[in-house]
């Protein structure tokens, strides 16, 4: 015992130097970070495919394993488009809005956000969504919104056919504001106010009939290219329908299916 002591110690000696855990970087999210950023700054162009897999793995001396794993990270963020067979590939494509309401969708659900803030947000972004359409909209954006005005007067008390026409047209006075990050935005938060309300003690005859009327007149107004009527229109708009749904049931949690 008292021989083995002295070795015991020099085994267990300390040093001075001390190193704390280190967090190493999985390879295929630096390669997809590196991809990423070359997408995202137009290096690689919109479309355009990037070298087969074989050959990045040449190029980057990574593993297949980790060269397709960041491919499908890309995939999954929406930066690349992975087409199979003979003329396949990973073909570059530039985020759209689509990605922003995946993201805001996918917060909503994560984070089971309030209805109020739901709403909330809405009076916060849709009343400026309508000044910038009267400014900016075009006669293309004036069809979309005549469209979706004639689909909620076609509705004759179906529910889903009602709150369809109703984001659509909220969607298309995002579209007319001509800001994409606006009308990714509100197209996101559109699906989720539709499902939130999807019930019918929300959407009664009145609620119908009112909003109708409101989307009309709003409609006018981002038609006669007037911001300062288009916004006190909308602000009225969202402010009473929230005030309405909220009256009508205090929801804590939004539910938003999985499926999208
Ligand atoms: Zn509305």
Redo the contacts with the bound molecule.
């Keep these: 015992m008292p021989e083995a002591a002295p070795a015991r110690r020099s085994g267990n000696r300390q040093s001075a130097i001390q190193l704390a855990p280190m967090e190493v970087p999985k390879s295929s999210d630096v390669l997809a970070g590196e991809l990423r950023e070359r997408i995202l700054n137009g290096e690689f162009a919109e479309g355009s495919a990037l070298p087969p897999e074989r050959e990045i793995v040449v190029q980057t001396q990574m593993s297949r394993a980790t060269v397709r794993e960041a491919l499908r990270i890309l995939e999954v963020q929406g930066l690349v488009r992975i087409k199979t067979g003979r003329a396949g590939g990973a073909f570059v494509q530039r985020p759209g809005k689509e990605s922003v309401a995946g993201s805001v969708s996918l917060l909503i659900r994560g984070q089971q956000i309030r209805f109020s803030s739901l709403l909330e947000t809405r009076e916060a972004i849709e009343p400026y969504c309508a000044k910038l359409a009267a400014v900016n909209r075009t006669d293309d954006d004036l069809v979309a919104l005549e469209a979706a005005n004639a689909a909620l007067d076609e509705v004759n008390g179906n529910l889903a056919a009602f709150l369809q026409a109703?984001v659509d047209?909220?969607v298309a006075v995002a579209t007319a504001s001509r800001n994409e990050l606006l009308a990714g935005f509100m197209a996101s938060l559109s699906r989720a106010i539709y499902t939130a309300t999807e019930n019918e003690r929300f959407v009664d005859a009145e609620v119908r009939r009112l909003?109708a009327r409101?989307?009309r007149s709003i409609t006018k107004a981002i038609r006669a290219q007037d911001p300062d009527a288009a916004v006190r229109r909308m602000n009225r708009?969202?402010h009473s329908?929230a005030a309405a749904v909220l009256k009508i049931e205090e929801r804590t949690e939004i539910a938003v299916p999985g499926s999208e």
Excluded: F, G, L
């Design positions: 109703n047209w909220h909003t409101a989307h708009h969202v329908y």
